[in-house]
Structures are given as structure tokens and as C-alpha cells.
């Protein structure tokens, strides 16, 4: 694969692990609603990458799926609004996969 068409290199990939491995870590004493909080935070470094790397289709979906979650969203006050939006970025994101690699519905 031609390095141009690599979303993530080296640096990327160990400071992605380095994010989830101590999220983990630190997750043992937080509150529970921060594990959804780190995750979303990963997604969104790692859509940053696929926005500068990724095919202009991958680049807006993504970018377009993240936009409607903030990273540093939390199911504290509208937990039923907060899984809707996490419902509707899963579907957004699985739409964009079936186009991606060719699926039927």
C-alpha cells in the first residue's frame, strides 16, 4: 500500500494505543460515563487522521458522523438523547461502510 493511502504511520498508531491502553487504565477509577467519553475522544483523533489521509468520500463521512458527538460528551443529563446520538453515528458510519466496500443493504 502506498505510504499516501496509510491513515495512520508509527507515531500515529503507538500515541492511539498509548490514548486507549492508559484510558483503560484510568477508566478503573473513574465514573462509568467516562468510558464512553474516552472512546468517542479516540474516535475523534482518529477521524482527524482519516480527514487528512482518507479517500474525500471516507474523509466526509467521517467528519460529517463525528461533528454531531463531541468528544467530551458525557450520558449524564439526557442519557436517552446522548444514546440517540451515538445510535445515529453508528448508523452513519455503517451506511458509509456499505458504500465503502460494496455491500447491499
Known amino acids: 500500500m502506498p505510504a499516501s493511502l496509510c491513515i495512520l504511520d508509527e507515531d500515529d498508531a503507538l500515541e492511539l494505543l498509548a490514548f486507549l491502553v492508559t484510558a483503560a487504565r484510568t477508566q478503573v477509577d473513574e ?3 467516562y468510558g464512553p467519553m474516552r472512546l468517542l ?3 475523534h483523533r482518529l477521524g482527524e ?3 487528512e489521509r482518507g479517500s474525500v468520500e471516507t474523509s466526509a463521512a467521517v467528519s ?3 461533528a454531531r458527538m463531541p ?3 458525557v450520558p449524564r443529563d439526557d442519557r436517552d438523547g446522548y444514546i440517540a ?8 458510519l455503517a451506511a458509509h461502510l456499505v458504500t465503502h466496500f460494496g455491500a447491499t443493504p
Open 49 to 51: 487522521l482519516i480527514g
Open 64 to 66: 460529517a458522523a463525528l
Open 71 to 73: 468528544p467530551l460528551a
Open 85 to 92: 446520538r451515538l445510535d445515529e453515528l453508528c448508523r452513519s
Open 31 to 33: 465514573a462509568a460515563e
Open 41 to 43: 475522544t479516540a474516535a
